[in-house]
């Protein structure tokens, strides 16, 4: 029962770096998301995906990119990792997009780009 | 605008007290309010949720009120205990305009043994 699993847990990046976080879901949900998190920020969206196949922009998509492979896996990729993309990185995933909305999040990728 | 806020950033109770974590927010369109605890090293664990068209929700130990007058939610902690602290955050999910979820920034809450 594993709920949502995020590779990796750590990360270090220089600045220009690429890198890709996975995210996979093992309780047949059909929407996923990654948010990012700051200190005294809360958490903030960057894409979610509202079902196989979606994709869209949260508030703060700018310098990612994502791709649902299939209903379980929802990847995001930083292209040219810059020094204000350090964070904690949370995947998440619901039943549904609308309504009533339960996150399940995983336990979260810390990258610093240097 | 749009947000969703706490009052306080820390908390601070005795170990058996009970506790309450305020959040408010301003978009009267919100209709459906979660709390979240999220431990150290963890990511955020759904705790309680509420509807717009209720006042009041139970768990187990937890309560949510739901003030839609003063637009304000509140989590009541009863019998705090150390596994408690973590840091607490409210979400409003607003329905108009397709999927949002408005994280609040967080309140923490130490436990004193």
């Known amino acids: 029962n594993a709920g949502v699993t995020q590779t990796p847990k750590f990360q270090v990046l220089k600045t220009g770096q690429s890198m890709t976080l996975q995210c996979a879901q093992d309780m047949n949900h059909n929407s996923m998301y990654w948010y990012r998190q700051d200190p005294g920020m809360g958490l903030r969206l960057i894409y979610y995906s509202a079902s196989e196949g979606t994709t869209d922009k949260g508030e703060v998509p700018n310098g990612y990119n994502v791709s649902r492979l299939n209903k379980r896996e929802f990847s995001l990729r930083l292209e040219s990792a810059a020094p204000s993309q350090t964070s904690v990185y949370f995947c998440a995933s619901s039943e549904g997009a609308l309504g009533a909305n339960v996150l399940t999040f995983g336990a979260g990728s810390r990258l610093t780009v240097l | 605008g749009e947000s969703v806020g706490l009052h306080l950033p820390t908390l601070s109770v005795q170990e058996g007290d009970n506790s309450i974590i305020n959040c408010a927010y301003s978009n009267s369109a919100s209709d459906y309010f979660i709390w979240y605890k999220q431990e150290s090293g963890k990511g955020p664990q759904f705790i309680i949720d509420?509807?717009?068209?209720?006042d009041k929700r139970q768990g187990q130990r937890v309560t949510v009120l739901l003030n839609k007058t003063v637009k304000h939610l509140s989590l009541q902690i009863a019998a705090t205990q150390p596994g408690d602290s973590a840091v607490y955050f409210c979400a409003e999910n607003l329905r108009s305009g397709g999927f949002k979820t408005i994280f609040g920034a967080g309140t923490r809450l130490f436990v004193k043994a």
């Open positions: 509420i509807r717009s068209n209720m």
